[in-house]
């Protein structure tokens, strides 16, 4: 799969196509974007072009069949690396190996492509570190970084990158994508595309690991956390079958902000069905639209991105999730 199979980036691969095509491109990218719109699989992309051992001089796009492109999408070329987060953060370690390892020249590519995933995921010690490799890069090396956000990433690493912003596909140019590629009803489609909030990645994520089922379970269960005496049992019921999916609970959570989204938009401007996801369950929002004021769904919000970030510090996850549910019913 070239730049050529890759949706909605139009603006992103333009810039790309204009830097390699003056022979401009910098020491280090910052590819931003919403999860799962396309930025490592464009930076996999990248990697395969400049390091073709076939392509002519003019061709934008990777051969895709020479030794090259062919050990990088088996990912077993030498120079190109995938740097990941381990437990939830790149750490110090793993930018000392970069440190250590990129002194030497590439092994057979023209050029090395280092792709940092996550980077705002980056702890400060290992940011501190990074950044030194980037006031000093070594020659004949590309790293590509990828992040969703950048609240959390130094002003001085953002400094010394060329961004490239990726944007969210529309609600009906994804949906017509998962029928067209992946032979979804467009039913189903179209509610995937509106969870995924544009993003082809998350949304075949939700595919595979989230079933109808399960989706209508956890949201006509919400509701329930505001009666007395039972909310209180029902939210321990609903963290602790949350806590079994510890692998896809982002996807649970970003479920939750999805039906919270659904209940203000009815409470602030009614009931717009090209914009409202949860459509199927009209009966349930609004029942739970009438209890909530606007007030309290933007602290369910909070609470929700206060559970996440807690997760993420290795907080013990039951009670965590007990905490967001007991809290989430205490707000009717």
């Known amino acids: 799969m070239g730049f050529a199979a890759i949706r909605g980036q139009e603006r992103a691969l333009h810039d790309l196509f204009f830097a390699w ?68 953060l790149l750490r110090i370690g793993q930018i000392r190996d970069l440190q250590r390892m990129t002194r030497f020249p590439p092994k057979e590519g023209r050029r090395r492509i280092v792709i940092l995933d996550q980077i705002e995921r980056m702890n400060q010690e290992a940011a501190n570190a990074f950044l030194k490799l980037l006031e000093e890069p070594p020659p004949n090396n590309l790293f590509i970084l990828c992040a969703s956000g950048l609240g959390q990433i130094m002003p001085t690493i953002l400094s010394r990158c060329q961004r490239v912003p990726f944007a969210p596909l529309r609600r009906e140019e994804l949906t017509h994508w998962l029928v067209q590629q992946h032979a979804l009803p467009p039913e189903q489609a179209f509610l995937l595309a509106g969870l995924a909030e544009g993003s082809p990645g998350k949304a075949l994520l939700l595919h595979a690991h989230l079933s109808d089922e ?59 069905m090209q914009r409202l996801i949860h459509l199927d369950l009209q009966t349930h929002l609004q029942e739970h639209a009438q209890m909530l004021s606007t007030p309290a769904l933007f602290r369910a919000v909070h609470a929700i991105d206060q559970c996440e970030a807690a997760l993420r510090r290795n907080t013990a996850p039951l009670l965590t999730l007990e905490h967001l549910f007991l809290t989430l019913g205490g707000m009717g």
């Open 21 to 88: 095509q003056q022979d401009r491109i910098p020491n280090a990218y910052l590819f931003t974007g919403p999860e799962g719109c396309g930025k490592r699989t464009t930076a996999l992309v990248l990697a395969r072009r400049l390091n073709c051992l076939t392509a002519q001089p003019d061709t934008w796009e990777p051969c895709e069949h020479c030794g090259a492109c062919q050990k990088i999408l088996h990912e077993t070329h030498p120079d190109v690396w995938l740097v990941e987060p381990e437990k939830q």
């Open 214 to 272: 399960q989706r209508r379970a956890l949201l006509t269960a919400l509701p329930t956390l505001h009666r007395v005496p039972t909310g209180a049992t029902t939210a321990l019921e609903i963290a602790e079958r949350l806590n079994k999916e510890s692998e896809h609970l982002a996807l649970y959570l970003d479920l939750l902000r999805s039906w919270l989204r659904d209940l203000l938009l009815i409470r602030e401007i009614g009931w717009d």
